[in-house]
């Protein structure tokens, strides 16, 4: 069984920052790509960052230059430093690991951001 433990949500001024993390424990094999999505209220999950084993990201344009993805391969722990944050990056944050034995989602953080 593999468990996901998100930590670092919570409410934020527009311009502030938050960092989260995801640590991920279990049966987990070997883990090859993590990331973070989110989902705002009424509309669909989306792909905020991810982050391969060799260390490659890839960014949501909406994030490029404002978030930055990174891993601790040793803790098996995945992180999201946001800074700058916008109203619109309101939402549910869940990360994403897929293992050798499949992928497996967070129980999610909420950000919200105030104006």
């Known amino acids: 069984q593999v468990q996901l433990v998100e930590s670092g949500g919570g409410l934020v001024q527009a311009g502030g920052s938050l960092r989260l993390s995801c640590a991920a424990s279990g049966s987990i094999g070997r883990i090859n790509v993590m990331g973070w999505y989110r989902q705002a209220p009424g509309k669909q999950r989306e792909l905020v960052a991810a982050i391969s084993s060799g260390g490659s990201t890839n960014y949501a344009d909406s994030v490029k230059g404002r978030f930055t993805i990174s891993r601790d391969n040793a803790k098996d722990t995945v992180y999201l430093q946001m800074n700058s944050l916008k109203p619109e990056d309101t939402a549910v944050y869940f990360c994403?690991?897929?293992?050798?034995?499949?992928?497996?989602w967070g129980q999610g953080t909420q950000v919200t951001v105030s104006s």
């Open positions: 994403n690991v897929a293992t050798t034995w499949g992928a497996y």
